[in-house]
């Protein structure tokens, strides 16, 4: 993935599509380890800014609030807080907003399993 502004473009392929592996500071550490303990059918990264993710080919995104708070912008806003979890299912594009300066998401992405 790539980064540019806060816009991530997502790669081709059979893979997870994390924000981990845009870099410019998208995610905050890298890579949790899931992908290596999943056989590359999962992945997951701590989000702490503002994100653009286009469209994406896997099962699911999901998304935990560890701290902080923001906005989800997926077929309209959501206020999101700590605790709040949400899913994004194949094929939508999806941003977060007006984050706080302590927001933690972590961020989990599935491949495409068929």
Known sequence: MDVNDGQISAPSGRGPQSVADAGGGAADGGPIGL???T????????????IDVPAHDGELVFGFVMEG???LDCEGAHQLGPTDAFVIPPDRPWRLRNVSDDFQLLHVTTANLD
């Open 35 to 37: 992908a290596g303990a």
């Open 39 to 50: 056989g590359g059918l999962a992945d997951a990264c701590l989000v702490r800014t503002a």
């Open 69 to 71: 708070h923001g906005e």
